[in-house]
C-alpha cells in the first residue's frame, strides 16, 4: 500500500505595515519633540510616549490639545482620537500645533458630577419618576434609551454679521442642539436646529471678548471636522463659567457616549476591573495616598479614628503658628528666617511658581490645566513688589489670595490670615495648606506648572 501526499501551496500572506509619520508636539514653554508614530496612534498612545521618555509620572491628567492660533480656539483631543487623523483636517499654510500638558477637568465630571451639572439647566424625560441623584444624571447621559435635556440661554453670533449676538434660549437634546424661536417655548414648532456634532468638533474659545467680540469670556464653538476656517464656526457664549462647563461636558458625552467612560477607567484596569457601569465619586491619587500620623511614639501610626485625626490636625496648625522653622541653605547648614536673601531665592525653584505673569496670565494657565477644586499657582504681585499672590480654582471659578509679608521682633514671615499663622517662606506656606484648609476655600491639591519636553 502507497500513500501519495498532494502537495499545497497557500497564497503569500502580506503583512500590513503601518506607514510612520512624524508628528511635533509643544509644551507650555513651547519647547517641542519631534515624534516618529505610527499612522494609528491614538492621543493615549503619544501621551504615554512623552511620559516615559521625559520620565514623568502618569497621574492620568496628561493630555493632547489640538491648537489653533490663527482662529484662538483649542479643545481636548479624546484619548482614543487618532492623531494623524486630527492632523490631516488641518490646512498647509495653518499654523496649527500639538500640546501635551495635564488638564485635571478631563474627566473630573465622573468624579464629582454635582459640580458640572446644576439643577436649574437639567431635565428629565417624562418617564423618568422620582427624585434623581447626579450619578443617575450621568448613567442617563451614557444610556442609549435615555437622555437628560440640557436647556439655558446662551449668546449665539448670527451667521455672517461681523459683531451680532443674539440671546437665545437653547436645548441640547440626543438628536442635536436647538435653540427656541419664541422665548423659552419647548414646543416642536418653535424649535429651530442648529448643529449635530457628528461631523464637527467642539472648541473652547481662547480669546478674550476684545478680541473676539463675544458678549463674554465664556465662549465655545464648533467647527467642521473636514474644512472651514473663521467662516464656518458657529460661536456660542454662556455667561459664566458653570453654564459654559455644563454645555461642553454634556455635549462631550453626547458625542463620544460610553466610549468616554472607558477612556475614563482605562488606566484603573487591572486595579479591580471594571465589570459594569458603577459610577461612584474617586478621590484623586493625590488624596487617596494622604492618611493621618502619629509619631509622637517610638513608633509611628497611622491614626484610623477621625474625631483623633481632626484633633491633630487642629494641633498641627497651632504648632504652624508657634514655630519658627530652620532651614538649610545650599552648603547644608541651617539658615533663620533672618535671611532675606535666602527666603526670598528659595521659592524661584519649585515648579508652582511663576516670577513676574499677569493675573491673566495666571487665570489662563489654571484655565488651561482644569477648573478642578485645588489647582493653584503662586505669583509676583503685580501691585505690590514686596507681596506674592495665591491663585487658585475652586468651584469653576479663581480667586487670587495676596501674601503679605509681615516682620515681628526683626524676623520677616508670609501670611495669608493677617498674622494669625505665619510662615518664614513660600515654601512653608504651600506645604501647609496642602495639608490644612485654613483660609483657604479648599487645601491646595495640583500645581500649575510649565514643563519643558
Known amino acids: 500500500m502507497s500513500l501519495y501526499a498532494r502537495r499545497v501551496t497557500l497564497p503569500a500572506i502580506t503583512p500590513i505595515v503601518l506607514q510612520k509619520r512624524v508628528i511635533k508636539v509643544y509644551s507650555e514653554d513651547d519647547t517641542s519633540r519631534a515624534l516618529e508614530v505610527p499612522s494609528d496612534v491614538t492621543a493615549r498612545d503619544v501621551c504615554q510616549l512623552l511620559i516615559l521618555k521625559n520620565h514623568y509620572i502618569d497621574d492620568h491628567s496628561w493630555t493632547l490639545f489640538e491648537h489653533l492660533p490663527r482662529i484662538g480656539l483649542e479643545r481636548i483631543i479624546e484619548d482614543h482620537e487618532l492623531v494623524i487623523e486630527v492632523q490631516s ?96 417655548s419647548k414646543e416642536p414648532r418653535h424649535l429651530q436646529f442648529f448643529c449635530e456634532f457628528s461631523s464637527s468638533d467642539m472648541y473652547m474659545s481662547l480669546a478674550g471678548k476684545k478680541m473676539s467680540g463675544t458678549p463674554a469670556n465664556y465662549g465655545f464653538c464648533f467647527k467642521p471636522n473636514k474644512a472651514g476656517g473663521a467662516k464656518d464656526l458657529k460661536q456660542l457664549c454662556a455667561d459664566d463659567e458653570q453654564s459654559r462647563t455644563c454645555w461642553m461636558t454634556a455635549i462631550r458625552l453626547l458625542k463620544y457616549g460610553m466610549q468616554l467612560y472607558q477612556n475614563y477607567m482605562q488606566p484603573y484596569q487591572g486595579r479591580g476591573g471594571c465589570s459594569s457601569l458603577s459610577i461612584s465619586p474617586m478621590r484623586s491619587i493625590s488624596e487617596n495616598s494622604l492618611v493621618a500620623m502619629d509619631f509622637s511614639g517610638h513608633r509611628s501610626r497611622v491614626i484610623e479614628n477621625p474625631t483623633e485625626a481632626l484633633s491633630v490636625a487642629v494641633e498641627e496648625g497651632l504648632a504652624w503658628r508657634r514655630k519658627g522653622c530652620l532651614r538649610l541653605n545650599t552648603h547644608g547648614s541651617p539658615t533663620t528666617s533672618q535671611s532675606a536673601t535666602s527666603s526670598v531665592a528659595i521659592h524661584r525653584t519649585q515648579l508652582w511658581f511663576h516670577h513676574k505673569i499677569s493675573r491673566d496670565e495666571a487665570q489662563r494657565l489654571i484655565l488651561q490645566q482644569g477648573l478642578v477644586d485645588g489647582v493653584f499657582l503662586v505669583r509676583d ?64 491639591k495640583h500645581y500649575c506648572a510649565r514643563i519643558a519636553l
Open 381 to 444: 504681585s503685580q501691585s505690590n513688589p514686596k507681596m506674592f499672590v495665591l491663585s487658585m480654582s475652586h468651584g469653576l471659578k479663581i480667586k487670587h489670595f495676596q501674601i503679605v509679608p509681615l516682620e515681628d521682633d526683626g524676623k520677616l514671615f508670609c501670611t495669608l490670615d493677617d498674622g494669625h499663622t505665619r510662615f518664614t517662606d513660600l515654601i512653608q506656606l504651600v506645604e501647609f495648606y496642602q495639608l490644612n484648609k485654613g483660609v483657604l476655600p479648599c487645601k491646595l
Open 89 to 184: 483636517n488641518w490646512g498647509i499654510e495653518e499654523e496649527n500645533r500639538l500640546y501635551f500638558r495635564k488638564n485635571y477637568a478631563k474627566y473630573e465630571f465622573f468624579k464629582h458630577p454635582v459640580n458640572y451639572f446644576p439643577e436649574h439647566m437639567v431635565s428629565l424625560s417624562s418617564e423618568t419618576s422620582g427624585v434623581i441623584g447626579h450619578t443617575q444624571i450621568l448613567q442617563m447621559f451614557l444610556s442609549s434609551s435615555t437622555y437628560p435635556e440640557i436647556h439655558g440661554y446662551l449668546h449665539a453670533k448670527e451667521q455672517g454679521k461681523k459683531s451680532s449676538w443674539k440671546k437665545l434660549y437653547f436645548l441640547l437634546r440626543r438628536s442635536g442642539l436647538y435653540f427656541s424661536t419664541k422665548g423659552a
